[in-house]
């Protein structure tokens, strides 16, 4: 079996390293692309989302920043075809285009914690307006509708009966507290496909492409800041002021969103201790498993991820310039 790099003219299944060969980029399959996945999202948000930003990213890599404005001219035309057929549907797609061009903006340049975690806020934050704008139309709010939808899953999860509705009313209270969460959740989903898309454009037009890797992760100082915040407003939602459960939502929402920069930290911790032990695929999967556990239950990664911000258990190069490109 020759080698790919023995013989020019070898030609393999799936290339690799330097003889994998760059495609250059077009705008107008870009174009096709970012359409095609605009109106796919309406169906399949996932696979719609992750063809968007690949066509946002392609226009990027062809036409550079004049590629990201055009690739926001023509969503913003398909928006208002999408707002004319039905506005229910263009309210959809607000925030998957936010998402979409944000992501993609930022894989473009570099990527940071900080400019992703700005793309996540600001996608969260456009779908609650849109949700916020529906339900005002419908004569209610968006709290209502929040807390009526995740009170309507628990008590589909927990069943009928007299324990079911006890449970019920003891998760009440939670959910009037969590509920933004699922917009900061749904956000991270969208942008992690967005990612995808936009890593997959990237690879296709680019000689070697770098994929991202969790054991190099390493969490800006902000997000430690952001905690500290949070916990001790908190902890002041429980005194009794009027604005008491504003506070205590939104600290809440804060906590438990960069919780999973620290989790994050934690997995890229474990994934760099892996690698150095050479673990077998079926010993990985075990160990990634047992992790998502113990974070589900116990935080446990995100307390790892939390102590490796100052203990560096990898060893990272941690000087000035590293700061400045995670911050």
């Known amino acids: 079996m020759q080698d790919g790099s023995s013989d020019p003219q070898t030609r393999t299944i799936v290339p690799f390293g330097s003889n994998r060969p760059a495609v250059a980029p077009r705008a107008s399959h870009g174009a096709i692309v970012l359409a095609i996945g605009l109106i796919g999202s309406l169906f399949i948000p996932f696979v719609g989302i992750l063809l968007t930003a690949y066509g946002m990213r392609e226009l990027a890599e062809a036409k550079g920043a004049r590629g990201l404005v055009l690739s926001l001219l023509e969503?913003?035309?398909?928006?208002?075809?999408?707002?004319?057929v039905g506005p229910g549907l263009g309210f959809l797609l607000v925030p998957i285009i936010v998402c979409c061009w944000a992501i993609s903006a930022c894989m473009w340049r570099t990527a940071t914690v900080t400019n992703v975690s700005v793309a996540i806020v600001l996608t969260g934050l456009v779908s609650f307006g849109a949700d916020a704008i529906i339900a005002?139309?419908?004569?209610?709010?968006?709290?209502?509708?929040?807390?009526?939808?995740?009170?309507?899953g628990v008590q589909e999860s927990v069943g009928t009966g007299v324990a079911a509705e006890i449970v019920s009313a003891q998760?009440?209270?939670?959910?009037?507290?969590?509920?933004?969460l699922m917009y900061i959740l749904s956000a991270m989903m969208d942008g992690l496909m967005a990612g995808v898309g936009s890593f997959l454009a990237g690879a296709r037009v680019r000689q070697n492409p770098k994929a991202p890797s969790v054991a190099a992760f390493d969490a800006p100082m902000w997000s430690v800041g952001v905690l500290a915040v949070s916990i001790v407003c908190f902890g002041a939602s429980f005194t009794g002021f009027p604005e008491a459960e504003v506070l205590r939502t939104v600290s809440f929402t804060a906590l438990m969103s960069v919780r999973f920069i620290f989790a994050i930290q934690g997995f890229g911790v474990v994934s760099a201790l892996m690698n150095r032990k050479k673990l077998g695929c079926l010993t990985r999967t075990l160990c990634?498993?047992?992790?998502?556990?113990?974070?589900?239950?116990?935080?446990?990664?995100?307390?790892?991820?939390?102590i490796d911000v100052w203990?560096?258990?990898?060893?990272?190069?941690?000087?000035?310039s590293h700061a400045q490109a995670q911050q």
């Open 136 to 152: 005002a139309a419908a004569g209610t709010s968006v709290f209502e509708t929040a807390v009526a939808y995740l009170t309507e």
């Open 171 to 180: 998760l009440e209270p939670l959910i009037r507290i969590i509920w933004p």
């Open 75 to 84: 969503s913003a035309g398909l928006l208002v075809v999408s707002l004319a």
């Open 311 to 320: 203990a560096d258990f990898r060893h990272l190069r941690r000087d000035g």
């Open 288 to 306: 990634i498993f047992l992790l998502f556990w113990s974070e589900a239950m116990f935080f446990l990664m995100s307390i790892v991820g939390l």
